[in-house]
C-alpha cells in the first residue's frame, strides 16, 4: 500500500518551519516546495519573475495570489509530486486555501495532514534576528520582520481554522532540539498512517 503525503507545514516567521519541512519531505521522500524559495531563487537569478516580485517581497508584503497559485499549481504538477508534496509558505491566506482546494479537488486529491508549529513570540523573534545575521534576507529588517508577522496573525493564521474543522491539523511544540520537534511531527504524521514509503 502507498499512501499519499500531502501535507502544508504552517507556522509563524522564525518557527522553523522551513527546517523542519525540508527535513520532514525528505523523510518522506517527497519534495518540498517553499514559494519563498522559489522568489528568493528567482530574484538571485534575475529572471522576469524575480524582477516581479523583488520589491514586494523586500518591502514584507504578500506577492499577488494568481502568480504565487501559478506557481504552486506549476511545481505540483510535475511528477515527482505525484504521490505527495510538502508546502512551506503557501497557502497563506484564506484565498489560496480555496484555489488550493480547487486544484487539489479537480486532481481528485485533498490534504492528508497540516502541521502547525507553535513558538512564543520572544523565541521566534529571537531566532529571526539571529537569522537576519546569519543569511542577510534582505526582508530581514525589524520593519519587514514586523510587517511579516503582522501578515501572519492576521491573513495566515485563521487558515488553520478551515483546516482544524476538516480534523487535518497537527499542532506541534516548536520548542526544542531540531531533532526533536522532527520526532514530534513524525510521530503526529505516522498516528495519522502517513510515514516513509518502503525503498523501491
Ligand atoms: P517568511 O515565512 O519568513 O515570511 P517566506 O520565505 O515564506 O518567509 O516568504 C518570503 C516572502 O515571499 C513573503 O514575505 C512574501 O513576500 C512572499 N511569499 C511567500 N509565500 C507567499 C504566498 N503564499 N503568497 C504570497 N506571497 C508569498
Redesign the pocket.
Known sequence: MTSSARLVIVG???SG??TQGARIAELLRIPAV????V??ANIAEGTPLGEQ?KA??A???????EL?GQI?RDRLSQDDAARGFLL??????LH?VGDLDTFLNGRGEQLDAVIELSVPRDESMAR?ALRATAQG?T??TEE??AK?LS??ESETAPILDVYRERGIVDSIDGVGTLDEITERIVAALTARGITRPAAV
Open positions: 509563524p516567521q522564525g518551519k522551513g517553499s514559494t519563498g524559495d522568489f528568493r516580485v514586494i517581497t518591502a514584507g508584503d504578500l506577492v499577488s495570489d504565487t504552486v512551506d509558505g503557501y497557502p497563506r491566506n489560496q529571526l534576507r526582508d530581514d519587514g520582520i511579516r501578515i501572519y
